[in-house]
T-cell receptor
């Protein structure tokens, strides 16, 4: 069975602080994909990153970085120098690589960045 | 960039009424999905659709729900007799093919049952 846990329900930081959002997953599949989505107050799901299970390289995209560690089944997301516009709910998700590919989402972490 | 289009963006319906949520997936995609997000909660899988039939459904997707691909472009979710607890954001998604992880989500339809 697949499961995604985002233990942090809410995080509040002050602008320019760095913040890390945790994601821990469970799956029996050896091949799978991990995702992060941002959901702003308008409600849509904004795709941030997709990572397959064979690629454990960390990724950096501007102020965003992701740390994938299979040994601890974690896929954490760090925002450097946070900005007010980063305020949103962030979801981590997992899907198997083959077959139906339905996605299992974590409960989400609400990030508030204060000026 | 190709998009998944959902209409309407917001629908209000009376309890007990039937409602149809519409989606136009990306044209060369073969796998289609509906997800639901009750306000303040996580996004939950409802159903997947491939080759003109349901390939998997969750326990949420009971007899009140149905999906259809009536023509070559639309993918619809019907709720036969809406309940208050059906109020949620409904997301449609599509994917190109087997082994392709490239999910594309629509912007969602917010359904309010009163």
């Amino acid at each position: 069975a697949q499961k995604v846990t985002q233990a942090q329900t809410e995080i509040s930081v002050v602008e320019k602080e760095d913040v890390t959002l945790d994601c821990v997953y469970e799956t029996r599949d050896t091949t799978y994909y991990l995702f992060w989505y941002k959901q702003p107050p308008s409600g849509e799901l904004v795709f941030l990153i997709r990572r397959n299970s064979f690629d454990e390289q960390n990724e950096i995209s501007g102020r965003y970085s992701w740390n994938f560690q299979k040994s601890t089944s974690s896929f954490n997301f760090t925002i450097t120098a946070s900005q007010v516009v980063d305020s949103a709910v962030y979801f981590c998700a997992l899907s198997e690589a083959w077959g139906n590919n339905d996605m299992r989402f974590g409960a989400g972490t609400r990030l508030t960045v204060k000026p | 960039e190709p998009e998944v289009t959902q209409t309407p963006s917001h629908q209000v319906t009376q309890m007990g009424q039937e409602v149809i949520l519409r989606c136009v997936p990306i044209s060369n995609h073969l796998y289609f999905y509906w997800y639901r997000q009750i306000l303040g909660q996580k996004v939950e899988f409802l159903v997947s659709f491939y080759n003109n039939e349901i390939s998997e459904k969750s326990e949420i997707f009971d007899d009140q729900f149905s999906v259809e691909r009536p023509d070559g472009s639309n993918f619809t979710l019907k709720i036969r007799s809406t309940k208050l607890e059906d109020s949620a954001m409904y997301f449609c998604a599509s994917r190109k093919g087997e082994g392709d992880s490239g999910y594309t989500f629509g912007s969602g339809t917010r359904l309010t049952v009163v």
